[in-house]
């Protein structure tokens, strides 16, 4: 058990208004298709700060922020790795994917 413990890391988790998404498909010109933990489906749209420092790929997992004047729109604010991805699934904490 000690040994399952130094493998997991802490992980960046949602704050207000935030939740986890699925990338389900690249539109481009910075904007992708997500599956968000409530069950909806929204654009998703990726910051310039972001543009070019991560790469975001269909099947990532991503935390975003859902608009507050167009529900069907987010912003995403983090990128999770695959290793850190399979640790939020493995705690229960995703349901999309």
Known sequence: MSEERSRRR??????????????????????VRLRCND???????????MRKRI???EGDIVLVEPWDWQDEKADIVWRYDQQDAEQLRE?????VG
């Open 10 to 31: 802490n992980l960046r988790m949602p704050a207000n208004g935030e939740q986890f998404a699925l990338v389900t498909d690249m539109q481009g010109y910075g904007r």
């Open 39 to 49: 069950g909806k489906e929204r654009m998703g749209r990726i910051p310039g700060r």
């Open 55 to 57: 790469w975001i790929r």
């Open 91 to 95: 705690e229960g904490h995703i349901n």
